[in-house]
């Protein structure tokens, strides 16, 4: 039922000013307190993000506004619980703008997200065959809108730092979800 597309804005690929602009409408972005133990500050996870050679952040935009954020990180699947790190790129610090939500972003997000990191390994010659992601098993809105862009459940993981998480993944093959 979504009503608009979205775009991923590669926050390392823009200009000093143009990379400024799109921070700006991420510090305004907002979580809802229950959704506070699956995911950390928006600002502060682009920040790092964009220090760290094996992230790739990303703004997501729809209708021309920042409506949440993702990264796509190289090297470090192991992280969701995926049983190497090589294989798969880690989905990771992804959030839709609580005023966003119950309108289709995230589904088409993830799912963008999963073309993406294609993108990503055929410019980088890497060996990943797909995207790899853990979420907390008490967000059963994330795991349904994973699910509907293609991500399958994969498992259970105990790493996480709000509990129990389910291993979602979803093979370049089988891109797009429904």
């Known amino acids: 039922m979504a009503t608009s597309s979205v775009w991923l804005i590669p926050l390392k690929l823009l200009d000093e000013d143009a ?7 991420v510090a305004g972005l907002r979580i809802l307190p229950e959704q506070q133990d699956f995911v950390g500050d928006p600002l502060r996870m682009m920040l790092v993000a964009l220090d760290e050679g094996s992230r790739f952040p990303y703004v997501i935009e729809s209708a021309g506004k920042a409506v949440g954020v993702l990264t796509l990180q190289a090297g470090a699947a192991t992280l ?8 798969a790129w880690l989905l990771r610090g992804f959030l839709i703008d609580s005023r966003c939500q119950g309108k289709g972003l995230g589904r088409q997000a993830a799912a963008a997200a999963l073309l993406e990191a294609r993108r ?4 980088h010659r890497g060996g990943q065959t797909g995207v790899v992601l853990s979420v907390n098993e008490r967000n059963p809105a994330a795991q349904a809108a994973y699910a509907r ?4 459940d994969s498992g259970r993981y105990l790493g996480g730092d709000a509990g129990p998480q389910r291993i979602m993944h979803a093979d370049f093959l089988n891109e797009g979800g429904t």
Not at 19 to 25: D, K, T, V
Not at 120 to 123: A, S, Y
Not at 149 to 152: I, L, M, N, P
């Open 19 to 25: 990379r400024a602009i799109q921070l700006a409408e």
């Open 80 to 87: 969701a619980g995926w049983e190497d790190d090589d294989s």
């Open 120 to 123: 990503l390994t055929l410019r």
């Open 149 to 152: 862009a293609g991500f399958v």
